[in-house]
Structures are given as C-alpha cells and as structure tokens.
C-alpha cells in the first residue's frame, strides 16, 4: 500500500494551540481562511505525495506510528487502547475539562477558551466559532451563577487542578468523558442538585458575597459614600428654622440626649487589623460598622453593648467562632460573616428577631445550618436557633437589700411588720410572637409562665400582693385557687370593657388582683375605679373634649381595699393600679393618676368611718395531735390577744400603698405628682389639653407618699425589653406613717450581659417583681401633763411672787 505510512493518521498530524489573545486568534483564522481559498485553486485533485528518507514530507504529515490504532485491527493483548499517545486519554486528545498529574488546562488539543467555558466536542470552522462564541458567554454566565455555591467546597475534587468552578463537567463535554472515562474515579454528577435551580435565599447569598469580595480596599464603604454624596449638602441642620417652635418645647434635650453628632456610622475594613480597642464599645449610638478584610480572628464580648447596631460586616476576616454576646444587638438587619472559619454560629443569634440577611458564604458551616439558609433564607435559620436553644443556667437570686432603719423611731413589734410585692404578670393574651420575637415559643407558653410566677410569689411569700394584667380566667381558674393554698385571698376586677362582653369573651380581659395573707389582714372594705367613667361623671367635663376623645377610651382601673391588722389593729389603704401604657398619651397617663389620687382620697373619708372590729379571731384548721399535745407536763402555747382597732381622724392619718404598673419614669409628670402632692396647672405632659378643673387649677392629693425604692435611688429597671428598658412600676407608701426596712434587689448583672430582654426561661414577664418590707411607726400623741394637785397651785404661786 503507496499510502500505508499515512494511513490513519490525522490530517494535519498532532498540532497544539499556543495561548494567543482572541484578536491574534481572530487574525490566524482568516489567514487560515484565505489559505483554504487558495488552495482550492492550485489543487484541483487530491494528490499523495510519498515521503524520501531524509527529506521532509510537503504537506507536513509524519511517517506512520505503529501505535495507530486500526478499526480493522484489534489491539496487542497486554496493550489497552486507551493508553496511547493516541488513546482517548493521551493529553493530546482530551478537552482538559479535568487535566492529570496536575497539568494545566485548555493548553492543547482544542481551541484556547477564556476560563469558565466549557470546550466543544471537535474543532469547528471559523465561521461555526463566533456563533460559538457567543452562546459560550452566555453559558458562563449561567455557570457562574450555578456553579457558585460550590465554589468554595473541595470535599471531592480539592486535589484536582484545574480552571472551573465545580468538577462536574459541562453538558457537552459529558456526552464524551462520561464517569467511567475519569481516571481518577470521580463522578461528573458530584452532587445531585448541581442541575436544580438556586432559590431567591441563595442567590442572594452569592450576590451579596461577590459584592463583599470586591470590598477589599482600605475604607470602602467610607470612600463610596463620600463618592455618593460629593456636592450633596447633609442635613444635620434642617430642622434649626424650627428651633423656636412651640411644638417642640424640649427638642433640644431630646436632639442631645438621642443624636450627639452627625456620623453614625465607622468603616475599619481593608486595614489588616488584629484586634479592637475597648473604646470602640464605647459608641454605643453606632448604626453601622465594617470590620471587614481584616485579620481578626475573634470578636470581643464587649460587642453587645452596642445595642443600636443594624449593620454588622465582619466579612474576610479568620474568625472561628462568634461570642454569644451577638444575641444583645436585637436591631440588627444585616449581619455579613463572609469568607470566614466559622463552622457553627451561637443559639443566642436566635435573640436576633429583626435580621433580614445574615451572609454566611465561604465558611465551613455544619451541614444542618447550611442546609437551612440555602432553603428557607435567614429568618427560618434564626427562628431555628431560637427554638433550639438550650434553657441557660438560671441567674444568681436577687438579693434582699437591709435598710437599717433603728433609731428612727421604728417600731420593735413584729407583728407591725409587713411585705409588699407587686408584679405585672404579662397577660397570656399580650405575650405574641410580634411582640416578643426573641423569646422562643416555649418561654412564651402560658402554662409554664404562670407556673413560674406561682412559684415566684410563693417563694417570696409577701403579705400582700398586687398584680397587674389577669385575665379572668387565669384568676378564677389558677391563681386564686393555687395561692389560697398558701392562706391568701383575693380581690380582682376586670379592665371596663369587660362589661359588655358575654361570659367566654370576658375571660380573656385582664384586670388586676390584690392578695392578702387571710392569717393577718382582715378585708374591711374594696372597691374598684374605672378612670374614665370616673372623669365622665365629673361635673366639670362638660365642654371637655379630650376627656371623651382621649381619657373615656381607655379602659384601666385601679383596685382599692382596706385591710386590718389582725394583731397590731392597725388599718391599711392598698392601692393597685395599671395606667395606661402608650408614651404619646402622657397627657392621659397624667389625668388618671390624678383621678385615682382624688377617688383614693374620697374613699379614705368614708373607711375613717368604719366601726372597729369585734371578732378578730382568724379561722384556723384543725390541728392532728402529736407528741407534744399527748404530753401532759407540756404547757399551751400562750394566746396572743389582738390589739383593737386604730381610730383615724383624716384620711392622711391611714397608713397608704399605691402599687403598680404606672408606665412612667422617675422623671415623668406622674412621678412628681405622686412625690410631691401637687402639679402646676400648665405641665409640659399636658401638652394644652383640657380636662376641667384638673387643668384649670392644678392636680393635689393629701397623702405624704414616697417611693419605696427611692431609698436606694431606683432599679437600674423595673420593664426589661430589647426596646425599653426602664423603670415604671412603683411601690408609693406614706412616708409620715410607714418605713421601708427591705428591698427586694436587682437582678445579676451577668446574667443580663447575655440576655436582651424578658420574658425568657427565668423571668415569665417582662416586668420585675418589687418587694418592700414596712414597719408602721409609733405615733406621736399629745403630751399629757400630770396633775399634782394643790402642792402645784402653791409652786405657781411661789413663781409669780
């Protein structure tokens, strides 16, 4: 055979394609072209042109290869066909979607492609390749955006070398190097959802991490919006043309006390840091902070003091692991962990109820919260940290704080010794998921708040208690039932509304209780005050619109009863009330605590009038006989006879407790009108309205009252919440007659550097319970003076003369 030497040999024998720009590309191929043309010309037929030894063949073709494999011919027995040079898998002959030995793709058989496209079957023409061309630019766009959440994984391929994102190949090159063609084993299929569409949730996720990758230069985000807003005037200073308005009377305290400059905001990214100052925990007025491109591999505690953080960046950094203390920004938005070493994250992100992204791409996380993000998106994984998270160790108990009061006049009997506890329960009805979205479902369930509100008062065990928002049913049904086990009995009204309802839908309205140890106290007298009724009635809310537009709406009340001391026959006013919550309204919150004052004090002329009490002798059960009754040479216990009644004069003269949830802080108009007797007819809180006399000429009440905490200056708070938190319960007391001996103290203080807000697994609501032990003070009577008879007659006689 003339032709044996160049039989099956490839046309133009083995060429390889140098790394050449598309425009040196684009130049060869119509050289190319033109040569075709020309050869067209000058070779009409095809033509064999035999090869001489030592001379070079003229169309370039090489001698024959006894390794050229033959359709006609089967292969040497201890050679397999796949492993020549001209096998399917010589290096000339592959594609290079997945190169060996760590060779180097796209260098050889095949046209050179940008990085992230995928190579045809066969070498086409120059006029098939710009059509090619094109369709491959639209493919890798697809392919970056598909092959992207496994970018960062090298679980399968990570000793692979070579320049796709993934090592799954592409369609068209599958269809040839199916799984069995791979010399190392590895499937073209690596994971089963490589050809299932990415949510919304992911998308979003490499979105916003490419955007973080590139903001990689000292100060970025500083820089892009000082960018943005070249030649744009700020507007720290719009609102001075209202400087003198009279609609913002205490604007200037407000702008210094929420705004003390104009930037609120610090960008630390790109500066290679290693570690932060504590001063930076200072700005606790920060809104945004970047730390990212930087070397930090931890973050400090100290981080959850700046509580009014919505923007944290902490991308590309080395950081293995985020403090729980991460739980405390409850306003955080954005959260970036970008391109970091974190393999879990802390239950206490499940605090975090306001986030909307958190970015957590190109970190090795746990395949449960990963899993969990890429599906649902950030607010399933956050809601999944806060139903997972275990109970945490309970806090230390709050102290009992020891006023030593001796000395002053106090008295020494213990049976003029009393504790007073007041609690706003949280009504099963206001503990929501909207409202509360920090506190896991669990921590929110009725059953176990109110077990623990049981259990609370009943270690405390107070002589009277006060609480705030019961519902019927929870009084009726749990409370009164449960604490009359422990010798109390109760006194409750419902909230007005409650009056027009039917039976089952009355059961949900809250309403407050007063208990009181049934072995100490004796019930003389209650009653019940419904602020706005009240107001209505008064003679001069005629003409008055903001008493039926503002105050008659709201339906809070107060409970009022009157109690005796069964031994000491000493009679007490307990006063337990709820005002209205909303801070626009202070204004209402105000007028209602002067109503109540003015009914309390009414209330007090007619208790001044009740006869004394007969019969004090408490009911007692029956006691089982033990060893000491059947001994004979045993004495009785010494009965203790109950002193009688106190007679009052005045209304002033009854020893006074007003307890309960007033909604306003030591500052407020309310606080200073219970403190000092009296409020000035043109408040601030009062904001020009018009309600009567109580407008007109001023609010006043008889009783010397003080705050029982005001001994040791206030709780640091009473209403514990990620967006309040402050003091606005009270124990008043009248200082003339009573004195405080006890508080109850605060709660511990690392406890709370953990948690953002109540109610939780400890604390069933989201107030604090306040106790306070009172002595009644000896009174002060007239000095009588001794008659002597006529022996000092005769010594005044001596005087004069």
């Known amino acids: 055979m003339a032709d044996g030497p160049y039989r099956f040999q490839p046309g133009a024998g083995q060429f390889y394609f140098q790394n050449q720009t598309q425009q040196q590309q684009q130049t060869q191929q119509q050289q190319t072209q033109q040569q075709h043309q020309q050869a067209s010309h000058h070779h009409q037929a095809h033509q064999r042109h035999l090869v001489r030894n030592g001379t070079s063949s003229p169309t370039g073709r090489l001698k024959f290869n006894p390794d050229t494999p033959s359709p006609s011919r089967s292969p040497p027995i201890n050679q397999s066909p796949g492993v020549t040079s001209f096998g399917m898998y010589s290096q000339g002959h592959q594609g290079q979607p997945v190169m060996l030995n760590g060779a180097q793709g796209h260098q050889r058989f095949g046209m050179p492609m940008q990085k992230f496209q995928h190579p045809g079957q066969h070498p086409q023409h120059p006029q098939q390749q710009s059509q090619q061309q094109q ?334 928002e019961v519902d019927q049913g929870s009084y009726h049904g749990f409370f009164r039932e449960q604490l009359a086990y422990n010798d109390y009995k109760g006194v409750y009204w419902p909230k007005g509304r409650a009056q027009g309802m039917n039976e089952e839908e009355a059961k949900v309205v809250d309403g407050c209780a007063t208990f009181f140890k049934g072995s100490k106290f004796i019930l003389l007298e209650k009653a019940m005050i419904h602020f706005g009724q009240t107001a209505v009635r008064r003679p001069d809310a005629k003409g008055q619109d903001d008493i039926y537009n503002r105050l008659w709406q709201k339906d809070n009340i107060a409970v009022v009863v009157y109690l005796e001391n069964r031994m000491s026959g000493e009679r007490i006013i307990v006063v337990n009330a709820h005002i209205y919550w909303d801070p626009a309204y202070k204004d209402v919150k105000l007028v209602q605590s002067a109503i109540m004052m003015e009914e309390v004090t009414q209330l007090a002329e007619k208790f001044i009038k009740i006869p004394a009490c007969t019969d004090k002798t408490a009911f007692r059960f029956s006691e089982p006989e033990d060893e000491t009754n059947n001994n004979e040479n045993a004495s009785p216990p010494t009965p203790v006879e109950p002193s009688p009644s106190v007679e009052y004069s005045s209304p002033s003269q009854i020893p006074t407790l007003v307890c309960g949830d007033f909604n306003s802080r030591p500052s407020s108009a309310v606080y200073n009108l219970l403190a000092h007797g009296r409020l000035e007819e043109e408040h601030p809180d009062l904001r020009n309205r018009l309600y009567g006399n109580l407008t007109r000429q001023g609010m006043t009440h008889p009783f010397t009252l003080k705050s029982a905490y005001s001994a040791i200056g206030e709780l640091s708070f009473t209403n514990y919440t990620p967006g309040f938190t402050d003091v606005i319960d009270y124990i008043w007391y009248s200082s003339n007659l009573l004195q405080v001996t006890g508080l109850l103290g605060e709660v511990d203080k690392e406890y709370l550097q953990r948690v953002p807000g109540f109610p939780n697994y400890h604390f069933p609501s989201d107030h604090l319970a306040l106790m306070a032990e009172f002595s009644v003070k000896n009174k002060k009577g007239k000095v009588v003076e001794v008659d002597f008879g006529p022996q000092r007659e005769r010594d005044k006689d001596r005087s004069r003369g």
Not at 177 to 188: I, V
Not at 330 to 348: A, G, I, M, S, V
Not at 392 to 405: G, H
């Open 135 to 468: 369709q491959q630019q639209q493919q890798q766009q697809q392919q970056q955006q598909h092959h992207a959440p496994h970018s960062q994984s090298n679980s399968v391929l990570s000793h692979q070398q070579h320049s796709y994102s993934v090592g799954a190949l592409s369609n068209a090159a599958a269809q040839h190097f199916t799984p069995s063609h791979l010399q190392n084993g590895a499937s073209a299929n690596i994971e089963d959802d490589v050809d299932e569409p990415m949510n919304e949730h992911w998308q979003q996720q490499l979105q916003l991490a490419a955007e973080s990758r590139q903001a990689n230069s000292p100060h970025y985000y500083a820089r892009s919006v000082a960018q943005q807003t070249k030649g744009i005037q700020l507007s720290s200073h719009q609102n001075d043309s209202n400087e003198n308005g009279t609609e913002e009377r205490n604007r200037a305290v407000a702008v210094k006390e929420t705004r003390r400059q104009d930037w609120m905001a610090i960008d630390f990214g790109g500066q290679g840091l290693r570690a932060l100052s504590d001063g930076l925990f200072h700005y606790a007025f920060l809104d945004k902070l970047y730390l990212n491109h930087n070397k930090l591999k931890t973050l400090p505690r100290k981080i959850g003091q700046l509580k009014n953080l919505t923007h944290l960046d902490v991308s590309s950094n080395e950081l293995t692991e985020i403090p729980e203390e991460i739980g405390m920004l409850t306003n955080l938005k954005r959260f970036l962990l970008f391109d970091n070493n974190l393999q879990t994250l802390p239950f206490e992100m499940g605090y975090l109820c306001e986030l909307e992204t958190l970015g957590v791409e190109g970190n090795p996380l746990n395949d449960v919260l990963k899993s969990r993000i890429m599906q649902e998106g950030t607010k399933a994984l956050i809601k999944y940290l806060k139903e997972e998270t275990p109970v945490p160790m309970p806090p230390s108990d709050r102290d009992w704080v020891v006023l030593d009061e001796s000395g002053r006049g106090s008295s020494k009997n213990p049976h003029d010794k009393f504790t007073v506890l007041t609690y706003n329960t949280l009504c099963d009805r206001y503990a929501t998921h909207q409202q509360y979205g920090y506190a896991p479902s669990k921590a929110l369930a009725w059953e176990l708040r109110r077990d623990l509100l049981l259990s609370e008062i009943r270690g405390q065990d107070a002589d009277i208690v006060c609480l705030q």
